[in-house]
């Protein structure tokens, strides 16, 4: 919509306030959508993107196991130099 309102007047308040009533009344409910369109999706087991968690693998929209677990033996792995530099040692 490209008409100017005068919002001085009180014909052109209204008009205004209605229009940014819609305006977020439709924001509302398109966000009830899409929340409730994630939900049923997870709800059928259908991944809906992101970074893909360690030890999963996407396939046919569906997080998927590995199956190679690590043991409570194994050491992670070597950092390179630049990630050291951020990382603090807690002592506990």
Do not use: C
Not at 20 to 32: D, H, K, N, P, V
Request: hydrophobic share 40%; charged share 25%; glycine share 10%.
């Amino acid at each position: 919509m490209t008409q100017a309102f005068n919002t001085t007047s009180s014909m052109g308040r209204l008009t205004l306030n209605m229009l940014l009533s819609f305006a977020q009344f439709e924001r509302e409910i398109t966000g009830e959508r899409i929340r409730d369109k994630v939900a049923a999706s997870k709800r059928k087991g259908i991944w809906m993107g992101g970074a893909v968690p360690l030890g999963y693998r996407v396939e046919n929209r569906a997080l998927r196991d590995r199956g190679n677990r690590m043991g409570a033996s194994h050491a992670p792995p070597d950092l390179p130099a630049a990630a050291g530099k951020r990382l603090r040692v807690i002592n506990a």
